[in-house]
């Protein structure tokens, strides 16, 4: 025990035993009183000597455990009085080699991994294909509309009491069905509760998917089943053919030709994204590339109209309209993400379905508006 503290404890028994005499002296003129003043101070006196053999038990174990804990040593201190070393610098040897032994290693014992919270996501196409369309929402399950099937106008000058002639316009009613798109999967309540980061992620790829696949069906949906009626389906578009020997840039040209040929402004191109390099890539006869300096940034159009590029649109295929009147998607209702224990056995596994859908019609206004068909021939 050190001195400091010991001697603390000697005065304080001498301070003790000097208070207990006083009061014992006087307890001869008050008995009563000098009872109770002796009962508590014993009692003091007891706590007191409990007090000093906890402080040299405490004082105790310090002492051992500074002696059970080796010394720690530098690298530098370990070279030196390595016995390697001594005969080294003795001259007893012409070279050494030196482990360290305490030496603290980097491992997955010793060096807890830095978990990073952001889950790393895979590619993901950009919707662009919807994004050109006008979006218009919709409270039913199917979407009619009235468009005008053949049309000949036959206005013409007359003369004064003459008779005009007869315009010839003839309707069509038009039904497209509300489809659902969507998927599901299962996770764990525990990921829920202790990842919410993840169990965020799983909805955002969710939502992603429900969107990828309306943008393909926008395009490709054969109108069979369940499936959309897309743009590529028969009746939906103008078909374009190619020329013979005709590059890809001279057929795009072309294409828009056949939708200004039927009064429409087309609006942007849609092309398989190698279609698109192969465009870029495209040089002149002194070598230098027709889609304009690589070392500058170069937009994504060709003959003034945007390219929307998208694997959705099959390699050496391309779309051409003014997508802005030929078509409309109907949201019956957008991406919605749920979850449920109610599913299978999912209360009595711990488990969560979780679910994105959304419902969407394609309407089709005016398909001389579009042309679809290859690059080249």
Do not use: C
Not at 251 to 279: C, F, H, K, Q, T
Not at 357 to 369: D, F
């Amino acid at each position: 025990m050190p001195e400091s503290i010991e001697k603390s404890l000697q005065n304080f028994d001498k301070k003790l035993d000097d208070f207990i005499k006083s009061s014992n002296e006087e307890a001869t003129t008050n008995a009563k009183l000098g009872r109770e003043n002796k009962s508590k101070l014993e009692s003091l006196n007891s706590e007191a000597e409990e007090l000093r053999e906890k402080v040299s038990e405490i004082e105790q174990k310090m002492a051992s455990r500074s002696t059970d804990t080796p010394e720690y040593q530098t690298m530098g201190q370990e070279l030196t009085k390595s016995a390697d070393y001594e005969g080294f610098v003795g001259g007893k040897a012409s070279k050494m080699t030196y482990e360290a032994k305490n030496t603290l290693l980097g491992s997955g014992d010793t060096v807890a991994p830095d978990r990073q919270t952001t889950i790393i996501s895979g590619a993901s196409r950009s919707m662009r294909v919807t994004s050109t369309m006008p979006n218009l929402p919709t409270s039913s399950n199917a979407v009619e509309y009235t468009r005008e099937k053949v049309v000949t106008l036959n206005a013409a000058e007359v003369a004064e009491g003459g008779a005009l002639p007869e315009t010839s316009i003839t309707y069509e009613l038009v039904s497209t069905p509300v489809r659902s798109v969507g998927h599901w999967i299962k996770l764990s309540k525990e990921v829920i509760e202790d990842a919410p980061a993840l169990a965020a992620h799983v909805d955002t790829r969710l939502i992603y998917g429900a969107q990828l696949r309306l943008d393909s069906q926008v395009l490709n949906g054969d109108g069979t089943g369940n499936n959309l009626s897309g743009l590529a389906l028969s009746g939906h578009h103008v078909v374009f053919t190619p020329t013979a020997n005709e590059k890809a840039v001279a057929s795009i040209r072309r294409a828009m030709g056949v939708v200004e040929a039927s009064e429409y402004m087309p609006s942007a191109v849609y092309m398989n994204s190698s279609d698109v390099v192969a465009l870029d890539l495209e040089t002149g006869g002194d070598e230098h590339f027709l889609a304009g300096n690589p070392r500058l940034v170069v937009s994504a159009s060709v003959w003034g109209l945007p390219v929307v590029k998208t694997n959705a649109v099959a390699a050496g295929k391309f779309f051409v309209g003014a997508f802005d009147l030929a078509t409309a998607i109907n949201m019956r209702k957008g991406v919605a993400v749920e979850m449920s224990e109610s599913d299978d056995d999912n209360f009595t596994k711990n488990l969560v379905t979780v679910r994105a859908t959304l419902r969407a019609a394609l309407s089709n206004y005016r398909p001389a508006a579009v042309a679809y068909g290859s690059l080249t021939s």
